[in-house]
C-alpha cells in the first residue's frame, strides 16, 4: 500500500521558515496528485496546498498563498511544503496526502485515499 512520512516539523518563531518533506512510497508517485493539509486542536482538517502529477500546477488557499509553496520530486518520490512568513495561526499537525484517482490538484479531502502521520508545525510569536 501507498505510504507516507512526513518530517520537518518543529517549532519556529513567527516570522520564520520551515520546510516539510513527505516521502511516499509504494504505488506509482509520479501518477498521484498531492495534498497538504493541516489541522488545528478541536478544527477541522483544512486544505494548505497541492500539486499536480508532474508538479506543473500548484493551488492554494487565500490563507497560505504567496507564504507556501509545495513542489515534488517524482525521481525521489518526495513532495515539498515551503512555508515562509509564518503565523501563529499556522500552527497545526500538517499531513500529506495522495490521491491515485483524481488526475488534478484537489482541495477537498475526500479526493485523498492515502495520508501521512502528519508532522507538527508550532509558531511562537
Known amino acids: 500500500q501507498v505510504q507516507l512520512v512526513e518530517s520537518g516539523g518543529g517549532l519556529v518563531q513567527a516570522g520564520g521558515s520551515v520546510r516539510l518533506s513527505c516521502a511516499v512510497s509504494?504505488?506509482?508517485?509520479?501518477?498521484?496528485?498531492m495534498g497538504w493539509f493541516r489541522q488545528a486542536p478541536g478544527k477541522e482538517r483544512e486544505f494548505v496546498a497541492a500539486?499536480?502529477?508532474?508538479?506543473?500546477?500548484?493551488r492554494y488557499p487565500d490563507s497560505v498563498k504567496g507564504r507556501f509553496t509545495m513542489s515534488r520530486d517524482n525521481a525521489k518520490n518526495t513532495v515539498y511544503l515551503q512555508m515562509n512568513s509564518l503565523k501563529s495561526e499556522d500552527t497545526a499537525v500538517y499531513y500529506c496526502?495522495?490521491?491515485?484517482?483524481?488526475?488534478?490538484?484537489?482541495?477537498?479531502?475526500?479526493?485523498?485515499?492515502?495520508w501521512g502521520q502528519g508532522t507538527q508545525v508550532t509558531v511562537s510569536s
Open positions: 496526502a495522495a490521491s491515485p484517482r483524481y488526475y488534478t490538484p484537489s482541495d477537498d479531502r475526500k479526493a485523498y485515499d492515502y
Open positions: 509504494g504505488g506509482t508517485f509520479s501518477s498521484h496528485t
Open positions: 500539486i499536480s502529477r508532474s508538479g506543473s500546477r500548484t
